[in-house]
C-alpha cells in the first residue's frame, strides 16, 4: 500500500503537564511525521480529528502517541484498510513519573520523563514505517466437519453440542458400543435440590439422541489411524482397533538426529509423513478435532500395605462400581472406603484424585446403605472434596449414621477370616483405628488415556503425540489458567477425563466449551486469523527460503508443531497451526522469518530509535523486551497505580519472548546501550506462558549470550531475564530498579560513541 501518515500526541489523561509537549512534537518531526495535538484523540472531538485526516488528506497511517496499545481499542480502529501503531507515553513515561527527591527536583525528573517519552513518540514512528497491511492467509479448500474421538459422555456431548451449532460430525468410538465409562454406573450424582438422592443414568437417552442426529455420523469398532493437515483441512484415516499401519508410532527426532539426517548419517524415521496427505487422497477432511477419550482407573498396585492385587478383599472404586451393577454386594455388611494410600505418605493422596474420587466414595457408600439397612460403610480419608452443591449430598451422608468418617492414615490392611482388618491412625478421635469388614474399596484416581496411549497419531514433523505431557501427569495443555481445552496442537481440543478428572456435569460443560472452540478454530481459519491466544491476527510467519540453511531450529522450537519439513528437509510451514508467537523468528539465525507487522528488521529499527547519549553517566540507556501477555500489563497495572518506573528503561512489547532474535540484544550493546533485560511469562512446572515455553527458550538463548558479549569486551551481567507474572505490578518497578543499579555498578558501555 501507498502509506500516508498522520501522527497524534495526546496531552491529556495529566501527559500534557508530566511531559514537555514540544519537545515530543519535535521528536516526531525528526522522524519525519508533522503531529497534532489534542487533549482526548480518544473522544469524539479528537476523534473527528484523525477521521477528518482519513477522509481530506488520504491518511491510511495512523500513529496514536498516547495511552498504552491495551486500551482504547475500539476507538482508535479507523478500519481493516487502515494501520493504526500506538505509543504508549501515558503509562510507560507520565504515570510512572519518579517523586521530587535530594537527587532530583520536578524539572530533572521532567527532563528524564520527557526523553523516554520522545524515544516512544520515535519508536512508534519507525513502527509505523516498518508495519505493512496483514493479509489473511486463505486455504484453498476448507471443512467444516468436526471429527470427535470418543463415544462417553464428553464426546457425546461434543457431537450433539456441534450438531446443534449447524456442523457436520463424525463420532467415533474404538468399541461397538456408545455410551463409555457411564454404561457401567448404577446411580448417578444428585443434579436438583435437595442434592440428597442418586438419580437414575441419563447416558441411554444421551446415546439415543446422538444416533438420532443426522448431522452426527457415528463409526463404531474403529480407531483414528492418522491425522494429517491443519485447522480447516485435517486429513484423517480410520481402522479397525488392534490393526497396524505402516503410519504407526514414527519416532520423534531430536537435533543431533536431525543433523544427521541432514547430513546423510541416518535415515528420517519420519520420512515421508509430510506426504501423508498426498499418499492417502481418500482421506477424509475435518475442520477441526475433539479428543473426548476419557480416562482409565490410576493403578494402586505399588501400595503393598493395602493389599490391592494379592487381597481379593481390596478392590478398587472402579471394580466396586462393576459389583454393584452386577449386583454382588447384598451379602456385604461392612466396606471401608480408603481415600488415601496413608503409609510414611498419610497426607496425601491416591495419584489423580480430586473431587470426583471423593463423590464417588460417598455415592458407593450410600450403595452399601441402600443395599442392606444393617450394613456398615466407614470413610477413611485425608481431603473430602464436594464443591457446589455437592456439598449439601455430602452433608445428607454424615446424618446417616450407618455411614461413618473420619481423617485417618491407613497403615495397614491385613486379611482376616471374614475379609479384611482395616488398622488406621492419626484420627480425628484421636486414637487409633482397627476396622473388621467384608471389603475395602481404594479411592483410584482417574488417568487420562494419553497416560497410557496415542490416540491422536499425528502426521506431524515433531512427532504422533502431543509434547511434553510428563509434565502435566499425561494431561493435554497448551495454558492451563487462560485456556481451557486447548492443546499444543492447534485446531485439536480436548474434553472431559481426558483433559482433566470431572464428574459429569462438569463433562458436560467442559465438552460444550471443546466444541465451541472447535467451531472457532474452524471459522478464524476460513477468515485467514488466528484463533487463540492471538485471536483475530492477520499475519502468519513469511520465509524468505532462499536463504534457508535447514538448520531446523523454527522446526524444532515451534511449541505447536506449526512446521512441518518438505522432501528436501526445508521447513514447511501450516499457517493455520500457527500461534503467531513468532519463536520461529526469534530462532532463525538467518532473520529470515518474520510477519508483515512484527520481524526482525522492524524491532531492530526501533531499538536504533532510542538516542543513547554518549556524554552523561546520569543517562544510560537500558533496553527491556516485554511479553505482551503478562510482563507488559503487569507494567501498565504498576503505572496506574503510580509506581515509579526508572526513566532510563525502554520498553518494547513482544509477542513473546520466544520470539526474541538475539540479533536485537547485540545489536543494543554494540550501539552504546548500558544493559538489556527481558521480561517474560514465567515457566517450569507450573508454567504461565501463554505459548508454553517462550520464556524457557528465551532464558536458554539469554544464557548463552554471555560468550558473545566476552567477546565484545563486555560483562554478561549487563543481559538480564526476569520471570513476571501479571499480578507482579507491585513487584516489577523494584526488579527494574535492581537491575538499572547493577548497570549502573557496572558503569557506562564502553561502546558509547562509536
Known amino acids: 500500500m501507498d502509506k500516508k501518515y498522520g501522527a497524534y500526541i495526546c496531552t491529556g489523561c495529566g501527559i500534557g503537564e508530566a511531559l514537555d509537549v514540544d519537545a515530543l512534537i519535535s521528536a516526531a518531526s525528526g522522524s519525519g511525521m508533522k503531529p497534532k495535538t489534542h487533549e482526548a484523540f480518544c473522544g469524539a472531538a479528537g476523534r473527528k480529528v484523525i477521521e477528518d485526516d482519513i477522509a481530506n488528506d488520504g491518511v491510511n497511517v495512523v500513529v496514536v502517541c498516547a495511552c498504552s496499545p491495551r486500551v482504547m481499542q475500539d476507538q482508535f480502529n479507523f478500519g481493516d484498510d487502515k494501520i493504526t501503531i500506538r505509543g504508549n507515553i501515558r503509562e510507560h513515561a507520565a504515570w510512572c513519573k519518579e517523586q521530587p527527591s535530594d537527587k532530583k527536583d520536578e524539572d530533572t525528573i521532567k527532563e528524564f520523563y520527557t526523553e523516554l517519552a520522545q524515544d516512544y513518540v520515535r519508536m512508534a514512528c519507525v513502527q509505523a514505517k516498518k508495519t505493512e497491511m496483514p493479509e489473511p492467509f486463505k486455504l484453498e479448500t476448507l471443512s467444516r466437519k468436526i471429527l470427535v474421538m470418543g463415544g462417553g459422555i464428553a464426546g457425546l456431548t461434543a457431537a450433539k453440542e456441534a450438531a446443534k451449532a449447524g456442523y457436520e460430525v463424525t463420532l467415533v468410538e474404538k468399541s461397538d458400543v456408545l455410551g463409555g465409562k457411564a454404561l457401567g454406573w448404577t446411580k448417578q450424582f444428585p443434579s436438583k435440590a435437595p442434592y440428597a438422592t442418586l438419580e437414575e443414568p441419563t447416558i441411554g437417552a444421551l446415546v439415543a439422541e446422538v444416533q438420532a442426529d443426522a448431522k452426527i455420523s457415528v463409526k463404531k469398532s474403529t480407531e483414528v489411524a492418522r491425522i494429517g493437515g491443519a485447522p480447516g483441512n485435517f486429513s484423517v484415516t480410520f481402522k479397525t482397533p488392534g490393526t497396524k499401519t505402516e503410519w504407526d508410532a514414527p519416532a520423534k527426532v531430536g537435533v543431533d538426529e536431525q543433523d544427521r539426517i541432514a547430513k546423510g548419517q541416518m535415515e528420517d524415521p519420519n520420512a515421508g509423513l509430510q506426504n501423508y496427505m498426498a499418499q492417502n487422497p481418500d482421506a477424509e477432511k475435518y475442520g477441526a478435532v475433539i479428543l473426548a477419550t476419557g480416562w482409565v482407573p490410576a493403578d494402586v498396585s505399588g501400595y503393598e500395605h493395602l493389599g490391592y492385587g494379592t487381597n481379593d478383599k481390596v478392590v478398587t472404586n472402579a ?35 480430586n473431587s470426583v474420587t471423593s463423590m464417588v466414595t460417598l455415592k458407593q457408600a450410600k450403595y452399601v446403605r441402600d443395599a442392606n439397612s444393617d450394613a456398615k460403610a466407614y470413610i477413611l480419608y485425608q481431603h473430602m472434596r464436594t464443591p457446589g452443591n455437592m456439598e449439601m449430598f455430602y452433608k445428607g451422608m454424615q446424618q446417616d449414621d450407618g455411614i461413618f468418617l473420619t481423617k485417618a492414615a491407613v497403615t495397614k490392611v491385613e486379611a482376616s477370616a471374614s475379609g479384611c482388618v482395616v488398622h488406621a491412625k492419626d484420627t480425628l478421635l484421636g486414637e487409633d483405628l482397627d476396622l473388621d469388614v467384608d471389603l475395602v474399596v481404594l479411592a483410584a484416581g482417574m488417568e487420562p488415556t494419553t497416560k497410557h496411549e496415542n490416540s491422536i497419531n499425528l502426521a ?9 505431557l510428563d509434565l502435566f501427569d499425561g494431561y493435554s495443555d497448551s495454558h492451563f489458567i487462560c485456556f481451557p481445552y486447548e492443546t499444543r496442537r492447534t485446531g485439536i481440543y480436548t474434553c472431559g477425563g481426558v483433559r482433566k478428572a470431572m464428574n459429569m456435569e462438569e463433562t458436560v460443560d467442559d465438552a460444550t466449551g471443546a466444541a465451541l472452540k472447535a467451531i472457532q478454530a474452524m471459522e478464524c481459519a476460513d477468515r485467514g486469523v488466528a484463533v487463540h491466544p492471538r485471536s483475530g491476527d492477520q499475519t502468519y510467519p513469511e520465509f524468505f527460503f532462499q536463504r534457508c540453511t535447514q538448520c531446523k531450529r523454527c522446526t524444532e522450537e515451534c511449541p505447536f508443531g506449526a512446521l512441518d519439513d518438505d522432501e528436501k528437509g526445508t521447513p514447511q510451514p501450516n499457517p493455520t497451526r500457527c500461534r503467531r508467537c513468532g519463536t520461529c523468528m526469534g530462532a532463525c539465525p538467518e532473520r529470515i522469518i518474520g510477519f508483515k507487522n512484527y520481524n526482525v528488521d522492524m524491532i531492530g529499527s526501533m531499538i536504533k530509535a532510542i538516542e543513547v547519549p554518549d556524554d552523561d553517566e546520569d543517562k544510560l540507556r537500558i533496553l527491556a523486551l516485554v511479553c505482551e501477555n503478562d510482563a507488559y500489563p503487569a507494567l501498565d497495572m504498576a503505572a496506574m497505580r503510580k509506581h515509579p518506573i526508572n526513566s532510563l528503561i525502554r520498553f518494547i512489547p513482544v509477542r513473546c519472548l520466544g520470539s526474541v532474535n538475539m540479533a536485537w540484544v547485540k545489536d543494543a550493546l554494540s550501539a552504546g546501550m548500558d544493559g538489556a533485560i ?34 565484545l569486551g563486555l560483562e554478561k551481567e549487563r543481559c538480564a531475564m526476569e520471570q513476571i507474572a501479571i499480578t507482579d505490578y507491585d513487584k516489577v518497578p523494584q526488579i527494574l530498579e535492581d537491575f538499572v543499579q547493577s548497570i549502573i555498578d557496572l558503569g557506562p558501555s564502553p561502546f558509547k560513541g562509536f
Do not use: W
Not at 452386577?326 to 484424585?353: L, N, R, T, W
Not at 527481558?678 to 527458550?697: A, N, P, T, W
Open 678 to 711: 527481558l521480561l517474560g511469562c514465567k515457566y517450569g512446572d507450573d508454567y504461565q506462558c501463554h505459548f508454553v515455553k517462550g520464556s524457557e527458550i528465551a532464558d536458554k538463548r539469554m544464557a548463552n549470550i554471555g560468550e558473545t558479549l566476552s567477546s
Open 460 to 468: 506431524y514433523r515433531q512427532g504422533p503425540a502431543f509434547l511434553d
Open 319 to 353: 471394580e466396586f462400581e462393576k459389583m454393584v451393577k452386577d449386583g454382588k454386594i447384598g451379602g456385604i455388611k461392612s466396606v471401608a472406603f480408603v481415600q488415601s494410600p496413608g503409609g510414611e505418605e498419610h497426607d496425601m493422596d491416591f495419584p489423580y484424585c
